[in-house]
């Protein structure tokens, strides 16, 4: 930051920026993504006419490893990671998997996720088998896009849901919680 | 890690004590840097939902729950301003509020997605 006021800096920030959060009501925009409020708040919705992030995708060939280095595959229902605007030019679409709520009850963090403060998982509520579904932001898996899309022609995998437009919001709140939260101070110190 | 909201509103103190100790480690320039650190954070947020804003609807984005500021400009542009400032409070509170998954948790959700392995890696 040599030769650079900071105060000038942030000056600029709020003048390009004039929305920094002051003190409006979080508490009402916050409870309107509540598991209880879900029902209003509409997360997910049938299939946009031309696919777009955020949309699932299912079955989603999954590949982890074991602690032995063995190569895992698993399949999954997917949301689309990838900008919509490059869905249609880019060779890679990033998806990370859907899991039900149910599969993740041993987690001590189980009654947190439904209320979306949990940094990892993006809750949906109800969808796709009616069951309570969640997103795994943390196992991202990249695939060619022009075999997803020949898949999709085959019949092979299906465009389940879409995001609605606050759902949307969600999910790139959440992202951006989730990848693109500060450093802690020490590290920031070192850069 | 959660976000201290309340920085939002001392940013001239912060940018006073910065500039006055420059880059010595004081607490005081520790403290600020730290102060500002989070407060860009909150632009850097801020900054990824404006890149979105282009696509924001004309109508209120969070009908009945978004908060309205009255800036005196026509209404599509108080519309947005709107809609993004409650956005941008919303990611911020719910940052704050947030927390990472814990490391034993973490090592759970391994074995739930392993316990769903089949078997070889096929054609896609």
């Known amino acids: 930051m040599a030769g650079i006021s900071l105060g000038e800096l942030i000056k600029f920030f709020n003048e390009v920026f004039p929305i920094l959060p002051g003190s409006e009501k979080p508490e009402q925009a916050l409870r309107q993504f509540h598991a209880e409020e879900i029902g209003v708040i509409q997360v997910i919705r049938s299939p946009l006419q031309l696919w777009a992030q955020g949309d699932i995708l299912e079955p989603i060939p999954f590949i982890d490893w074991t602690e032995e280095g063995e190569p895992v595959f698993w399949e999954a229902p997917g949301m689309i990671m ?91 709140t959440k992202f951006a919680i989730k990848y693109l939260r500060s450093d802690d101070f020490e590290t920031m110190n070192q850069r | 890690m959660n976000i201290n909201t309340d920085t939002s509103l001392s940013i001239t103190s912060v940018s006073a004590l910065t500039e006055k100790h420059s880059l010595s480690q004081s607490k005081d320039s520790v403290a600020a840097s730290n102060n500002l650190h989070f407060q860009l954070t909150g632009v ?62 973490s090592k759970l959700l391994r074995k739930v997605i392993l316990s769903k392995a089949q078997p070889g890696i096929p054609r896609f």
């Open chain 2, 44 to 105: 850097m947020l801020a900054a990824t939902i404006m890149t979105s804003a282009s696509t924001l609807p004309f109508q209120p984005t969070f009908n009945g729950s978004a908060v309205s500021i009255d800036v005196g400009v026509p209404s599509f542009r108080r519309t947005r301003r709107s809609s993004q400032a409650a956005i941008v409070t919303f990611s911020t509170e719910l940052q704050r509020r947030s927390q990472s998954l814990s490391c034993e948790d």
């Open chain 1, 82 to 172: 990838t900008s919509t605007c490059d869905l249609d030019r880019k060779e890679n679409i990033v998806l990370c998997p859907c899991l039900k709520l149910t599969e993740l009850k041993e987690l001590s963090a189980y009654k947190s996720i439904p209320e979306n403060t949990i940094f990892d998982f993006l809750f949906l509520g109800k969808c796709l088998t009616g069951d309570e579904w969640v997103v795994d932001l943390s196992h991202p898996m990249t695939l060619p896009r022009q075999r997803i899309e020949k898949r999709i022609e085959e019949g092979n995998i299906s465009r389940k849901h879409s995001l609605t437009d606050k759902g949307w919001y969600l999910f790139i």
